[in-house]
């Protein structure tokens, strides 16, 4: 703790001390534990959208395999228009055996697909960039890989989200924050009252010499 804020903190009152290590306190249990929720609900949320992505790649995929045999692109567009369904979803291209773009579908004209895959793509079931998530999915004919379907999600609804819990989250530390300073000044008079009061007595003992005067025990606790 650097030394002006321990300076400062030690000529605070009993009371204060109480009420600011109360406060920092749940701040800090209050704080942490949010971020390990957030955390953790946009990660689970991450791994859904990609569930879903690789759900869709398996089932486009297989109904494109026939398309990428016999070179028929306007069938294999047609099954990747059926993902103008999904918000999330960007674009979707289907890539033959040598990487080399085959149909495509495009919601807007910000993200588009590529002539050909990315070596950053290239070996990988997915990966975040842009924020957006991208799913590699081969397609399989007989086993055997004669494609590549790539489908970007969007992660801007998953953040909106999450930005919106995080508003509910400061709002609910803040709200436990109050609450909990007004519910620390009142207990404190349980720990500080005794405590004044001894100081009173023993000032009284000092001035006025008579050692017959007694503290006043006002809780259980004291004996």
């Given at each position: 703790m650097p030394f002006f804020i321990r300076n400062w903190f030690s000529y605070l009152s009993i009371s204060k001390k109480l009420n600011l290590i109360a406060?920092?306190?749940?701040?800090?249990?209050?704080?942490i534990s949010?971020?390990?929720?957030?955390?953790?609900?946009?990660?689970?949320?991450?791994?859904?959208?990609?569930?879903?992505?690789?759900?869709?790649s398996n089932i486009l995929g297989e109904r494109s395999a026939?398309?990428?045999l016999f070179l028929d692109t306007k069938t294999a567009s047609i099954n990747l228009t059926t993902l103008n369904i999904r918000e999330e979803t960007l674009f979707a291209c289907i890539y033959d055996k040598k990487n080399?773009?085959?149909?495509?579908?495009?919601?807007?004209?910000?993200?588009?697909?590529s002539e050909s895959i990315g070596f950053d793509l290239l070996n990988k079931d997915s990966i975040?960039?842009?924020?957006?998530?991208?799913?590699?999915?081969?397609?399989?004919l007989k086993s055997k890989p004669i494609g590549n379907l790539l489908i970007s999600t969007s992660l801007e609804k998953l953040n909106n989200r999450s930005y919106?819990?995080?508003?509910?989250?400061?709002?609910i530390l803040a709200l436990a924050s109050l609450i909990a300073l007004l519910i620390t000044r009142k207990l404190q008079e349980t720990i500080t009252g005794p405590i004044l009061e001894l100081s009173k007595v023993a000032k009284k003992i000092t001035v006025d010499k008579d050692y017959s005067i007694r503290a006043t025990s006002v809780f259980n606790d004291e004996t």
């Amino acid at each position: 703790m650097p030394f002006f804020i321990r300076n400062w903190f030690s000529y605070l009152s009993i009371s204060k001390k109480l009420n600011l290590i109360a406060f920092l306190t749940l701040l800090t249990t209050v704080s942490i534990s949010s971020v390990a929720i957030i955390s953790f609900d946009q990660n689970q949320s991450k791994k859904q959208l990609i569930a879903q992505s690789k759900l869709l790649s398996n089932i486009l995929g297989e109904r494109s395999a026939a398309s990428i045999l016999f070179l028929d692109t306007k069938t294999a567009s047609i099954n990747l228009t059926t993902l103008n369904i999904r918000e999330e979803t960007l674009f979707a291209c289907i890539y033959d055996k040598k990487n080399q773009l085959f149909s495509k579908y495009e919601k807007g004209s910000e993200f588009k697909c590529s002539e050909s895959i990315g070596f950053d793509l290239l070996n990988k079931d997915s990966i975040e960039k842009n924020n957006q998530i991208i799913t590699i999915q081969p397609i399989l004919l007989k086993s055997k890989p004669i494609g590549n379907l790539l489908i970007s999600t969007s992660l801007e609804k998953l953040n909106n989200r999450s930005y919106g819990i995080s508003l509910i989250v400061l709002f609910i530390l803040a709200l436990a924050s109050l609450i909990a300073l007004l519910i620390t000044r009142k207990l404190q008079e349980t720990i500080t009252g005794p405590i004044l009061e001894l100081s009173k007595v023993a000032k009284k003992i000092t001035v006025d010499k008579d050692y017959s005067i007694r503290a006043t025990s006002v809780f259980n606790d004291e004996t």
